[in-house]
């Protein structure tokens, strides 16, 4: 990427399509810069690193949260799963339980 041959809005519309970055943030950014007096039709050049580096750490950022929600769905399934087979062994249990009770009655009976 050319350091000085673009403007503040053009660097950042192309780490923008570069990092998947979404309408909201780069508006959110250019706000930011604006807010410190850059404007969109600035040199880049002077704000290059900083811009990058803010691209690139919202890429990792996304991807991390992508890799959350993945790992959140992951952990949701298992737990159904768990849930599952712990009523499962409950209900096993339980009839290991009523057996137990009914042989009892009957050994009671049997005296």
Do not use: N
């Amino acid at each position: 990427m050319d350091r000085s041959a673009q403007t503040v809005a053009e660097l950042m519309e192309a780490l923008a399509r570069q990092t998947g970055a979404s309408r909201r943030f780069v508006e959110s950014i250019r706000l930011v810069f604006a807010q410190r007096g850059v404007l969109p039709h600035d040199p880049a050049e002077p704000y290059f690193d900083a811009i990058v580096d803010t691209f690139r750490r919202e890429e990792a950022l996304e991807a991390q949260r992508v890799r959350s929600a993945a790992a959140l769905e992951k952990m949701q399934r298992a737990l159904v799963t768990w849930e599952r087979c712990q009523r499962e062994l409950v209900a096993r249990l339980l009839a290991i339980g009523e057996g137990l009770d009914a042989r009892a009655r009957r050994l009671g009976r049997g005296r």
